[in-house]
């Protein structure tokens, strides 16, 4: 069934208090609930439940005929005639969290009971209007001999045996948690400004205290942080942070009780790459930061979404900004966007930021809703300036604090707050797709003309697309590299519209779309020499580094499609390798070319039918040319930037290995994978050692150094899906489908921990030319699979359908085979509704 945004009503019910008891066990559990509810309007009594065994249900006490739920209904209707002004409901209901391997609701991982309850996972531990706009305060009393009893809010009693917490603010049901297990705690605490001490505590199996440092510090960083920049302080006694091994997504922000995936907690130089560093201190930023914007003020149903995630991302980058390099972080921000969204809104999957329909929520936890619901924010900060935005930001808290709202409201507030019409701004969040913005010039007698014009492909559902505003941010660079005008942002709000600029003494170069001030495609008529003068003097580094990316793109994409190319770029690498030791980060960010599936999106952008093979090997020989050109400058530099002293998972020293890391991937390709064989030996954190062995895997060198890996870290799980996911990720498409068929027939090859799983399918399908191997076989292999995880977690299925989004862009043979294996997954009997939804819009799709 489809669930349509024009059909929400408000709930006729309020809760002013909601009481749990859990009696744990591990195929047993007991829930009893008493809910207080107050009469709000008309209606009658509904509650959700899923998969529950019901003991007994009342209303005051009297019983209710249990033959109120009918079989496969998971509504609980209780008619308005039955039901005074207010009442409690009371319920006793048995789960089984040991049979629980979709990981929604109460479930056991290693031993330790937790939950997820986003999106409508608690209607799995009982019956509740399981909706966001039905907050309360709980009080929760967990019954269990694990040491261990969290739950939301503040403690009120912890015995053997018995613990009681008590969450004064009120919430959605999405928000709450329980975790009981035996866990030790590394634990600090942070005064808040108005004084509040707080007890935190990171939670992990006994045996990974010391793993759990960096995520403290970076919690600590967030709390100073959003005190400082958003003047937000935390509200409780106590925060806890608890690492499961077993989890659908990265982390959830449950109100004074985060729940994350191990992955994006535990750490050591040992054990974590500086990628891994940087995504923790994010993702702990991410759901501390949601405390605020997503629990204090929530969404008013799911339709929502981006009200809480765009505005979070959006805050963790600005905190990654502050906490790394701004540059660095706006830079790989933009390539993520670029290779999940961009590819989305290309697609059949398509939908705006926020969707009007929707068979499965869960389906649209995406870049959509996420990245690029942060970029539409970055737009409206960018359009009403700093102050604005700041403005905005407080109405926002001071309005709504303890509601559950709308994108209506939120663009209310910049309304009233900066006095601006946003109306047509709007249609960011209600239009999909990605809009192309093509730029043509004119230049006489020192004017510059820009002319622009928008135009955005239909999607699915949504013929027409009207013009958005479009903030175009630019400078101008003069033919000797001198900027002759600073970023200037223009606003772009009809089909076409042209901006000029007088008193130029020469033609310049336009520096377009500083910090990707815009989540929109460029069409323009640019040249090599005009890119490489880019490349070389533009005062912005995210337009710096397009010019240079842009510039190998076309290379890659003449060589791939039977020309010439690529020169150019190997060129302006000279300048590039110069100046490398003074910016590394930014030096190994220009060094790593476009990967193979953006080079696909391209050319099937540009109209013409991508070639797997084709483009492989066209990057391979790029590479292979940029590597003989600056042999000597690539190898001076790999060995200028060797590890000194200790490792420190800073944004200096990540830079450092991230530039050691690209000039070995060119030097590989003379050496034979010599050095990545030296460097896997000596290196002493993971960061080198994956990045040794990704290459020695390239080479075919990599025997000894897998062994060497698997008996150095066959007991860690998380190092062990790096393992897993390297080989198919860097195994030379011929051979990564057989290889990944091996791997998948491994003892250690935990299919059901969604980790692993994500580790080697996710790290195939991430092998473009490999999953789209002419034959299918890779298509094949990840059908196979996705039918076998379905019936066990149809979350983690079908997240990865999206493998599938890209299809039409292929060759006729490619796409046959590809839809033939989509046919195969509906056909599944019992197929779960959220694999259903995803390949029956995938299937319908363009
Ligand atoms: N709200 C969480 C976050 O963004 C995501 C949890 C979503 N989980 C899910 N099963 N849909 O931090
Ligand atoms: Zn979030």
């Given at each position: 069934v489809t669930q349509y945004l024009a059909d929400w009503r408000p709930y006729p019910f309020e809760i002013t208090q909601t009481r749990l008891e859990f009696d744990i066990a591990p195929r047993a559990t007991r829930v009893r609930s008493q809910i207080d509810f107050r009469r709000f309007g008309a209606g009658d009594l509904v509650l959700d439940g899923a998969g529950l065994r019901t003991l007994s249900l009342t209303i005051d006490g009297r019983a209710l005929p249990l033959d109120l739920i009918r079989e496969d209904d998971e509504r609980l209707v209780i008619p308005?005639?039955?039901?005074?002004a207010s009442f409690t409901f009371a319920a006793e209901v048995e789960i089984n969290p040991e049979a629980n391997?979709?990981?929604?609701g109460l479930y056991l991982s290693g031993g330790m009971f937790c939950t997820q309850c986003?999106?409508?996972?608690?209607r799995h531990i009982t019956w509740y209007p399981d909706r966001p706009d039905v907050m309360a305060p709980f009080q929760v009393t967990i019954n269990s001999d694990m040491p261990v009893l969290l739950s939301n809010g503040n403690p009120v009693s912890q015995a053997p045996g018995r613990a009681v917490w008590q969450d004064p603010w009120k919430k959605p049901a999405y928000l709450f948690a329980l975790v009981a297990g035996d866990l030790r705690a590394i634990s600090d605490s942070f005064t808040t400004m108005s004084g509040r001490k707080v007890a935190l505590n990171v939670w992990v199996r006994p045996g990974d205290e010391g793993r759990a440092g960096y995520a403290m510090e970076s919690l600590i960083r967030s709390m100073k942080w959003d005190e400082e920049v958003y003047g937000r302080e935390y509200d409780l006694d106590v925060f806890n942070i608890v690492a499961v091994?077993?989890?659908?997504?990265?982390?959830m922000e449950n109100k004074g009780l985060n729940i994350f995936n191990s992955k994006l907690v535990l750490a050591t130089a040992e054990t974590a790459t500086d990628d891994d560093y940087e995504r923790i201190e994010a993702v702990i930023g991410h759901e501390y930061f949601h405390?605020?914007?997503?629990?204090?003020i929530t969404c008013r149903d799911w339709f929502q979404l981006c009200l809480k995630e765009g505005l979070t991302v959006f805050r963790d980058q600005q905190f990654t900004s502050d906490m790394r390099s701004a540059a660095v972080k706006r830079i790989r921000d933009v390539q993520t966007l670029r290779a999940r969204q961009f590819r989305e809104d290309a697609g059949p999957l398509a939908h705006p930021p926020r969707p009007d329909h929707y068979q499965e929520i869960n389906n649209f936890y995406t870049a959509t809703v996420y990245e690029k619901g942060a970029e539409v924010i970055g737009m409206l900060k960018r359009l009403v300036g700093d102050e604005g935005y700041r403005a905005a930001l407080d109405l926002y808290f001071d309005r709504h604090d303890g509601q559950a709202c709308t994108i209506e409201d939120w663009i209310a507030v910049f309304q009233d707050a900066?006095?601006?019409?946003l109306t047509q701004f709007k249609r960011w969040y209600t239009d999909a797709g990605t809009p192309r913005l093509t730029l043509s010039e004119d230049w006489a007698e020192g004017r510059l003309t820009l002319n622009f014009s928008q135009d955005t492909a239909p999607t699915p559902g949504q013929a027409d697309k009207p013009a958005r505003v479009i903030p175009i941010a630019l400078g101008l660079i003069g033919p000797n590299g001198d900027e002759v005008l600073p970023t200037t942002v223009l606003e772009m709000t009809e089909p076409s519209q042209s901006f000029s600029f007088d008193g130029l003494g020469a033609r310049p170069v336009v520096s377009l779309l500083r910090g990707f001030s815009a989540p929109v495609t460029v069409s323009r008529e640019i040249c090599a020499t005009e890119q490489a003068l880019l490349l070389a003097h533009d005062t912005d580094p995210y337009a710096r580094w397009q010019a240079g990316h842009d510039l190998a793109l076309d290379g890659l994409i003449a060589r791939a499609t039977g020309h010439d190319g690529g020169e150019e770029f190997n060129r302006a690498l000279a300048g590039v390798l110069t100046d490398a030791t003074a910016d590394p980060a930014f030096a190994a960010l220009c060094l790593v070319l476009p990967g193979e599936e953006e080079i696909a999106t391209t050319i099937a952008a540009r109209g013409a039918i991508p070639d797997p093979d084709a483009i492989h090997a066209a990057r391979r020989a790029l590479m292979l040319d940029i590597a003989t050109t600056h042999e000597r400058a690539l190898a001076r530099l790999y060995d200028a930037m060797t590890q000194t002293g200790d490792y420190r998972p800073d944004a200096e020293g990540a830079a450092r290995r991230s530039l050691r890391l690209a000039c070995l991937a060119y030097l590989s390709r003379l050496d034979g994978g010599a050095r990545a064989e030296a460097l896997y030996k000596s290196a002493t954190n993971m960061t080198e050692r994956q990045g040794a062995l990704e290459q020695l895997i390239a080479t075919g060198r990599d025997k000894d150094a897998l062994a060497d890996f698997a008996a150095e870290f066959g007991g860690n799980r998380l190092v062990m899906d790096k393992w897993f996911m390297v080989q198919p990720l860097r195994t030379a498409p011929g051979n990564a489908v057989a290889r990944t068929r091996e791997l998948a027939a491994r003892p250690d090859f935990d299919w059901k921990n969604p980790n692993r799983f994500r580790a080697l399918i996710g790290g195939l399908t991430a092998n473009h030319a490999a999953f789209h191997a002419a034959d299918g076989s890779g298509y094949d292999f990840l059908a196979e699979w996705l039918m076998r995880l379905d019936p066990v977690n149809p979350q983690t299925t079908a997240r990865m359908c999206s493998a599938f989004e890209t299809i039409s862009r292929y060759d006729s043979g490619r796409q046959a085979l590809a839809r033939a294996a989509l046919v195969r997954i509906a056909a599944l009997p019992g197929l779960s509704r959220n694999t259903a939804e995803m390949v029956t819009r995938i299937l319908a799709g363009p």
């Open positions: 308005a005639a039955d039901l005074p391997t979709a990981l929604e986003e999106a409508e996972g608690f091994d077993d989890f659908n997504m990265g982390a405390n605020w914007t997503g629990n204090r900066t006095g601006r019409d």
